[in-house]
């Protein structure tokens, strides 16, 4: 069974940066993708790109497109998420998540399993 | 970018009660819908997967329905531990898109 096991929480200065790595434990990403979704305080969850580590192709959601890089090591089924230019309103837990699906019978992807969430916190 | 409406934002329920959240896609995803329930310092869960398949593990008491635009979440008799955020998110098209999340408290 895969886990998706996450780095630690961050604390950075605005205007810096911060690299989350996610490491596919007890299993690999497979052909499937892998999603970073966040989640500010009082806030709902909101995606922010995704990868298909098998081939390296990255998708992002327009409000992160250049100013976030997402990545993936096939040797070690590790994933990670950059984000540059940070502000108070990037703090946040981070997650990273499989897009898991169940090949031509069920249509779609759906988020499993999930990492732990790493927090990143934006202060001066 | 499909836009996801979920209401009501919040509820409050008895245990034993009948919770039903409904969820709605700005154009049509077919049966590309997924529910996810979300506790404070966890991790999300999915619930329901091509908008009425129920994950391996959870309980039956979590049913989903709805195609096209138009979907609904019921939990016919709320268990305390089913007290959470649930979340409906489009798997039809990039960028993939959550509902705002709908607070289930207990009343």
């Known amino acids: 069974q895969v886990q998706l096991v996450q780095s630690g929480a961050e604390v950075r200065k605005p205007g810096s940066s911060v690299k989350v790595s996610c490491k596919a434990s007890g299993g690999t990403f497979s052909n499937y993708g892998v999603s970073w979704v966040r989640q500010a305080p009082g806030q709902g969850l909101e995606w922010m790109g995704r990868?298909?580590?098998?081939?390296?192709?990255?998708n992002y959601a327009q409000k992160f497109q250049g100013r976030v890089t997402i990545a993936a090591d096939k040797s070690t089924s590790t994933a990670y998420m950059e984000v540059r230019g940070l502000t108070s309103e990037d703090t946040a837990v981070y997650y990273c998540a499989r897009e898991f699906n169940a090949g031509v019978t069920i249509p779609g992807s759906w988020f499993d399993p999930w990492g732990q969430g790493s927090l990143v916190t934006v202060s001066s | 970018d499909i836009q996801m409406t979920q209401s009501p934002s919040s509820l409050s329920a008895f245990v034993g009660d009948r919770v039903t959240i409904t969820c709605r896609s700005s154009?049509?995803?077919?049966?590309?819908l997924v529910w996810y329930q979300h506790k404070q310092g966890k991790a999300p869960k999915v619930l329901i997967y091509g908008a009425s398949s129920l994950q391996s593990g959870v309980p039956s008491r979590f049913s989903g329905s709805g195609s096209g635009t138009d979907f609904t979440l019921t939990i016919s008799s709320l268990q305390p531990e089913d007290f959470a955020t649930y979340y409906c998110?489009?798997?039809?098209?990039?960028?993939?898109?959550f509902g705002q999340g709908t607070k289930v408290e207990i009343k």
């Open positions: 998110q489009q798997s039809h098209s990039i960028p993939w898109t």
């Open positions: 990868i298909i580590p098998i081939i390296g192709i990255a």
């Open positions: 154009q049509s995803i077919s049966s590309y």
